[in-house]
């Protein structure tokens, strides 16, 4: 448990103003060191770079000074045709032997002069004729060959590659000329002159001549090769007879850029030993060779070391004196201050004790404080209320002195398991109450005093014995309306938001051959045949978008036969999100069934396509036996014409017609697709309907006057008619049954009731029922 030793004053007396001042002052001191660092960085990388390409623009004009000598020196023998002449007898004079020997002084005395490690002159195939050394035979090899045959045809001067010995490790470096003798105007091509050079002997002096003040810096040839550097020379650096590997370009980059290499100048990256090197690359005049003076930059970090670490030292020696003084001055303000804290934290407590009383007080629910050891340190209202008894009765005593013994250890357990970790906890228990026993929730939470220590536990109450026994009524409820669901006539199906019914009661599962278990849990499209999916997939469109309607789709019957239900639907929503359908099933395949035989009976009426009166007959009596079944009332609603006789004597008897079908068509409109509508005389109509919640008939007149209203208000314009209809309505009771006869016989004598009472007597109908 904390105490006011551990209380988190102690940190707000840290003088973090001083700590700031030190911190900044380190920083300061640390940055000035690594700037420092950097200046002399960047001040010795471009010595070292201006270094780098003084000496890289020396290397490539001495080394192309070099290779214009060789030129040279091959065109004066191109030019001055002397070997030309001496190699051309050698091939066509009977005394070869003394021109050849002529050609090979000439080539001694050249030797002497210049040197070259061999010379050979050869035919534009490639055979061999004769050179320098004399011991040095065989045809020129196939990269010779090559470059040979470009010099046969170009008649130029080319330096060929620099090659390499794998067994020996000699690089060697050939000039080939052309050797030509007029022939008339011009010039004929009789060999090849070939020079060889020592790469060794020739360049690498060069090279390994120059040496920066550090042990790592040296000079390269190199030539480059596709996308990789190929090394002409031997590094002062490496170890092997051979030069090293090829180098990938993508290995090198200009200095603090991501670009890739592309032309001459300072670069970076890692040498064939794989140290990171500086390096300048420049171009021999007038050949593929590339100098390359390199530098390693660990070689140049490392002298600068020994500075930034002593700067860095002192940085760290100015920390711990500051630190020291800082630890020093903390210590001795916090004693200082040690007997003010404990002051205010004792009136910091009692403070935090007042408003504590004040906010159970203004609590409506039941609310206690207690200290650590159970002892109530205060209560409101409502909670007096609540045990029956008097603040005073309460305050200072434990829940023992208060509750019965009962339930003491239970509260005991959790006060305790609450102390030991403090946080909250919320659980059910009964309490004893002046008018009996309550169900409550207990609410609890320890409470902190400002000096850091546990002050409590803060208990608020929620009796819960109203609301179990409103949830014990709607329990009834819910048991009465799931017997009423069990017991329905007709079939009531949940689906959840997958497609997969979640409940179907034993109405729905009977008209398809199944028990209840067996159809919950699986998807509606196994119960639907393929044919009819398209039906399931454009309701559930519906649903989503929160439209209710009624459909009819057929299911499969537990023996393989389909069976035709009215689907009434509409969406169940959770939340904002769809959760499924609600769908009430009734099963009209009889009536589909009857429908197909009166069709096939022809008994539909052929001007307007409504039933006709046989038609219409059989169907009311399928539909009064299942309102017998059901238990549901039936409305037949009688209309006739008014005026048709005018009409005809008008417009003639195809007027007539057209208003019959326009009739036909309202009254189909004006009712339900389950709803019979027929046309049963010249001009009578009849309609039988299931009883509903919307089966009022003031509300079906106003509705049929209203669609016969826009029909009127159009009629005008469209050149037809105008139509009235006169009607009355027969009810029929399941528990008073009567033949459909005597419904139309009422229904007809309540239309001829209407009809007198819009015009009074008429002379073309006697007065009685219109049959």
């Known amino acids: 448990m904390k105490g006011p030793a551990s209380s988190p004053s ?16 380190s920083a300061g001191l640390f940055t000035l060191s690594r700037y420092f660092y950097t200046v002399q960085m960047k001040h010795a990388r471009a010595f070292m770079q201006s270094e780098l390409a003084t000496a890289a623009d020396f290397l490539s004009l001495r080394i192309g000074e070099w290779r214009k000598e060789r030129l040279a020196l091959a065109e004066t023998m191109v030019e001055n045709r002397i070997l030309a002449t001496r190699t051309k007898n050698v091939l066509e004079s009977a005394q070869a032997g003394t021109h050849r020997a002529d050609a090979l002084e000439g080539l001694a005395a050249l030797r002497r002069n210049f040197h070259f490690d061999g010379a050979g002159v050869f035919l534009p195939g490639g055979q061999f004729l004769f050179g320098l050394p004399e011991t040095s035979t065989g045809d020129l090899p196939p990269s010779s060959l090559r470059l040979a045959t470009e010099v046969s045809l170009g008649r130029k001067i080319l330096f060929g590659p620099i090659e390499t010995h794998q067994e020996t490790g000699k690089r060697s470096l050939e000039l080939l000329a052309p050797l030509v003798v007029p022939e008339g105007k011009d010039l ?9 050079f020592d790469a060794a002997e020739e360049l690498d002096p060069f090279l390994n001549a120059w040496s920066m003040s550090g042990q790592t810096s040296e000079a390269l040839l190199i030539q480059r090769d596709g996308n990789d550097f190929v090394h002409l020379s031997l590094p002062r650096l490496h170890d092997g007879p051979v030069p090293p590997a090829r180098l990938p370009i993508s290995a090198f980059r ?10 001459e100048g300072l670069v970076e990256g890692a040498d064939y030993r794989g140290q990171p090197v500086f390096a300048y690359i420049k171009s021999v005049p007038d050949s593929p060779w590339l100098v390359v003076t390199k530098f390693d930059v660990a070689e140049m970090a490392m002298g600068m070391r020994a500075p930034y670490r002593l700067l ?19 210590r001795r303000q916090a004693a200082s201050l040690e007997s003010f804290e404990k002051a205010k934290w004792d009136q910091a407590n009692r403070h935090m004790h007042d408003f504590l009383m004040q906010v159970i007080e203004i609590m409506p629910n039941p609310a206690f404080l207690k200290d650590p050891e159970g002892r109530y340190l205060g209560c409101n209202p409502a909670f007096e209320k609540l045990l029956g008894l008097k603040k005073g009765q309460i305050i200072g005593r434990t829940l023992s002195d208060v509750a019965p013994a009962g339930i003491v250890q239970h509260h005991s357990t959790h006060d305790q398991a609450l102390l030991e970790e403090p946080g909250h906890q919320i659980y059910e228990a009964p309490l004893q109450a002046w008018d009996g026993e309550h169900q409550v929730i207990f609410i609890k939470s320890t409470f902190v005093r400002p000096d850091g220590a546990i002050g409590g536990i803060i208990g608020i109450l929620k009796d819960l014995t109203q609301r179990l026994r409103a949830e014990e009524e709607i329990d009834q409820l819910r048991k009465f309306s799931d017997g009423t669901i069990q017991t329905m006539n007709e079939g009531l199906v949940l689906t959840d938001p997958e497609g997969k019914f979640s409940f179907v009661n034993p109405a729905a599962a009977a008209a398809l051959g199944y028990r209840p278990e067996e159809m919950v849990g699986k998807e509606t499209l196994s119960f639907v045949p393929k044919d009819q999916h398209i039906i399931v997939h454009e309701a559930d469109k519906r649903r989503t978008k929160g439209v209710a309607d009624r459909y009819e789709l057929d299911f499969l019957h537990r023996d393989g036969t389909r069976r035709a239900f009215l689907v009434s639907g509409g969406p169940r ?19 589909k069934r009857l429908e197909e035989e009166v069709r096939a009976l022809s008994l539909t009426d052929a001007l307007t396509g409504l039933l006709n009166r046989r038609g219409f007959i059989t169907l009311a009596e399928q539909h009064l036996k299942i309102a017998n079944r059901l238990k549901k009332k039936v409305a037949l609603l009688y209309f006739d014409m008014d005026d048709l006789k005018r009409i005809n004597d008008t417009g003639g008897h195809k007027a007539g017609d057209l208003a019959l079908v326009d009739a036909a068509a309202i009254l189909k409109k004006n009712f339900r697709d389950s709803d019979i509508v027929a046309r049963v005389g ?26 016969l209203a826009l029909f009127n208000a159009k009629a005008v314009e469209d050149n037809r008619f105008r139509i009235s209809l006169s009607h009355g309505l027969a009810l029929y009771d399941p528990d008073v049954p009567s033949k459909i006869e005597d419904l139309m016989t009422r229904a007809d004598l309540l239309m001829y009731e209407q009809k007198r009472a819009k015009k009074g007597f008429s002379p073309d109908k006697p007065p009685g029922p219109s049959r």
């Open 682 to 707: 010249g001009d009578e109509f009849v309609v039988m309907a299931m009883e509903s919640t919307r089966m009022n008939p003031e509300a079906i007149s106003k509705r049929l006057e209203e669609k």
């Open 254 to 263: 200009r200095p603090a850029s991501q670009e890739a290499l592309g032309e």
């Open 312 to 330: 860095v030292g002192i940085a760290g020696l100015f920390v711990i004196a500051c630190g020291t003084i800082l630890g020093l001055f903390w």
């Open 573 to 591: 929503v959770h939340g904002i999100e769809l959760g499924g359908t609600l769908a009430v099933l009734t099963d009209i395949t009889d009536r």
């Open 188 to 196: 004929s091509l009789v060999a090849i002159l070939r020079f060889t």
């Open 10 to 25: 102690r940190f707000r007396k840290v003088p973090w103003q001083l700590i700031a001042v030190f911190v900044l002052l």
